[in-house]
């Protein structure tokens, strides 16, 4: 893996043709979402696409997605859900009006994959930047690679998860 390790920004305006995300943890607790999270448990308030939780990722999609490349998400979760998850399925309308396709798997339907061990974004199937997370679910030092073995191992593996993963317009929560 490399020691230089792109911003979520450099691999997004690097990319030509697709972006993929694959998320297959049930609780994340990423400092960044904290105030969010809490608003949404105390009353279920979720923040607006124009609010400051939002404003440089939706820009951030917008201009990619404007350059007419393709971006998809795809999360792998436990069922029933975590409360976590109810969370990021309660903000994801925000994620497709920017211009993500967004797809569920329940992780009993991913039993056969071969997956990467972490949570990763593919940029044009040739640069895989690796989210890796501790367990209770802090963000630690993310990785970087363009290693063709990796790069393909994460393409098929989003690939096998998109097929079988539910539209999040027609997932529903347990």
Not at 87 to 113: D, M, S
């Amino acid at each position: 893996m490399s020691q230089t390790v792109p911003s979520f920004a450099e691999l997004l305006d690097s990319a030509r043709h697709s972006a993929v995300h694959l998320e297959m943890r049930d609780v994340y607790a990423v400092e960044e979402e904290k105030t969010a999270v809490d608003a949404w448990r105390r009353d279920g308030t979720v923040p607006a696409a124009d609010s400051e939780f939002w404003r440089e990722w939706v820009e951030l999609v917008t201009r990619t997605v404007k350059r007419g490349v393709t971006m998809r998400r795809a999360r792998i979760v436990s069922e029933p859900v975590s409360e976590y998850i109810r969370f990021e399925h309660a903000i994801t309308p925000v994620n497709v009006a920017a211009g993500e396709q967004v797809r569920w798997l329940p992780r009993a339907h991913a039993c056969g994959l071969a997956l990467p061990g972490s949570d990763f974004w593919l940029i044009d199937e040739k640069a895989v930047g690796f989210n890796v997370f501790s367990g209770d679910g802090q963000a630690t030092d993310p990785q970087y690679t363009e290693d063709t073995s990796v790069a393909r191992l994460c393409a098929q593996a989003f690939a096998a998860v998109w097929e079988r993963a539910v539209p999040h317009d027609q997932y529903q929560l347990t």
